[in-house]
């Protein structure tokens, strides 16, 4: 057994973006012939922001402490929480944020599908 670390001390600052309070640690990467690109870890700080973007590929988002806010294609923001996700496919764009800060687990790779009941808003 080998034991690893996620937490935001050993993440990556990103800035990309316009980005801001945003750390990245990677979970897993893919290897040949896998459908997940990668997964990681993101810890969005207080007044954090992950500036827009188009998604590279199908992004799953998924909130495991805290709160924030997602956006899709320019649109409003909408609220989300512990125990949601929000799911871009490739070429959407997007952006997300927190004014409190939280931690999501991202899961990026081809043809992905979530399995969840969606959330009302």
Not at 30 to 43: F, T
Not at 93 to 101: A, I, L, W
């Amino acid at each position: 057994m080998r034991l690893f670390r996620f937490d935001k001390e050993v993440g990556k600052s990103i800035a990309a973006y316009g980005s801001q309070q945003f750390m990245m640690s990677k979970l897993l990467m893919s290897k040949e012939g896998m459908k997940i690109h990668h997964i990681g870890c993101m810890h969005i700080g207080p007044d954090g922001l992950v500036g827009e973007h188009p998604a590279t590929i199908d992004q799953l988002f998924i909130v495991v402490s805290g709160e924030g806010w997602v956006t899709a294609n320019h649109g409003p923001r909408r609220i989300i929480k512990t125990g949601q996700a929000a799911f871009w496919t490739s070429g959407e764009v997007h952006e997300s944020g927190s004014s409190e800060g939280m931690t999501v687990i991202v899961v990026e790779g081809n043809g992905l599908e979530p399995e969840m009941p969606e959330a009302e808003d």
